[in-house]
C-alpha cells in the first residue's frame, strides 16, 4: 500500500520532472564531464527518473524491477568506462539534491522527502553493489585473458608443439595448460610434446605434482612429453624436496628437446 505522502511526492516530482531532471543532470555531471556527454548523462537519468516516480507512485507493480535493471547496467556501464565507486553512486545520490532545490516552496512536502532520500539511499547502495560485482566480473575476465595469453601453445614441426611457460604455475594455470596442450595435439596430431619451464620461477612439490599431471596427461592422448629449460637451481630445489619426475624426460634447453623430438620422429638438423 502506497503511502500517501510518498503519493503526494510522486505526483509533485511527475508534474515538475523537467526541471528536476535539469538539476539532477547539473549535479550528477559534476567532474564526470570529460567522460560522458551531458546529453547521455540526461537519457540516463530520466529513465531512472521515470521508473521512480512510478515506483513511488505505486501504480506499476513491474517498476522497480525495471528500475533496479536500469541501475545495474548504469553500474556496468560505469565499470566498463572506468568510474569509480564513488561516482557511479553519487551520480544516482545526487538526485536528493536536486529534489530538495524543487521543494523550497512546498513545506508540506518535507515529510515525504526524508522517507524518500531513505528510497534514494537504498538505491545508491543497489547502484554501489552492482557496480562492485560488474568489476570484479571485468578483473575476473582480463585476469582470464592474460592467462591464455602467457600459455601459448606453439608448433615447433609437424608432430611436435611447445609450451613455453613463462611465471608462476598454479592450480588454475596446470588446468589450463593441459587443455590447451591436449586441444593442439588433437588438431596438430602431434605426437611429441615439449614443456619449457625456462620462465618459470621456481619448482615446488605442487608445481612439480602439476607438470607430471600434464605429462601423464599427453601420454593418455598417444604423445610423448619432454621438460626442458630444467636451470641448476631449480634442479638443486627439486633434489632437495626429494621430487621424483620417474620416467619423464628431461632437457636443459628448448632445443635440446626440439632435438630429441626430431631425432624420435627420424629427422635431425643438419648444416645447409
Known amino acids: 500500500m502506497v503511502d500517501a505522502d510518498q503519493a503526494r511526492l510522486a505526483e509533485f516530482l511527475g508534474a515538475g520532472q523537467p526541471k528536476v531532471l535539469d538539476q539532477w543532470t547539473e549535479a ?41 535493471a536500469v541501475l545495474q547496467e548504469l553500474s556496468r556501464s560505469r565499470a566498463r568506462y572506468g568510474f569509480s565507486p ?41 547502484t554501489f553493489e552492482a557496480f562492485v560485482g560488474a568489476r570484479e566480473q571485468i578483473i575476473a575476465d582480463q585476469a582470464e585473458s592474460m592467462l591464455e595469453l602467457s600459455t601459448p601453445v606453439v608448433r615447433l614441426w609437424d608432430g611436435i608443439i611447445a609450451v613455453p611457460l613463462v611465471g608462476t604455475l598454479d592450480s588454475a594455470r596446470t588446468q589450463l595448460v593441459m587443455e590447451k596442450m591436449l586441444e593442439a595435439l588433437v588438431a596438430t596430431e602431434a605426437e611429441h610434446a615439449v614443456i619449457d619451464i625456462t620462465g618459470v620461477p621456481t619448482v615446488d612439490t605442487e608445481v612439480a605434482q602439476h607438470l607430471l599431471k600434464t605429462v ?15 636451470r641448476p637451481q631449480i634442479a638443486y630445489t627439486i633434489v632437495s624436496l626429494g621430487i621424483e619426475f620417474g620416467d619423464v624426460l628431461t632437457k636443459q634447453t628448448l632445443a635440446d628437446g626440439l632435438a630429441h623430438a626430431l631425432s624420435r620422429s627420424g629427422l635431425k638438423v643438419v648444416p645447409a
Open 86 to 126: 564513488r561516482e557511479t553512486a553519487a551520480t544516482v545520490l545526487s538526485l536528493k539534491e536536486a529534489v530538495y532545490s524543487q521543494l523550497a516552496d512546498s513545506v508540506e512536502l518535507l515529510p515525504a522527502y526524508l522517507g524518500f532520500t531513505r528510497f534514494v539511499d537504498d538505491l545508491g547502495l543497489q
Open 216 to 230: 601423464v596427461a599427453a601420454r593418455l592422448m598417444g604423445a610423448d612429453c619432454i621438460i626442458t629449460g630444467i
Open 28 to 68: 550528477a555531471g559534476r567532474g564526470v564531464s570529460d567522460r560522458i556527454s551531458p546529453a547521455e548523462l540526461r537519457r540516463e537519468l530520466a529513465e531512472i527518473l521515470s521508473l521512480t516516480v512510478a515506483v513511488l507512485a505505486g501504480q506499476d507493480e513491474a517498476a522497480a524491477g525495471q528500475l533496479r
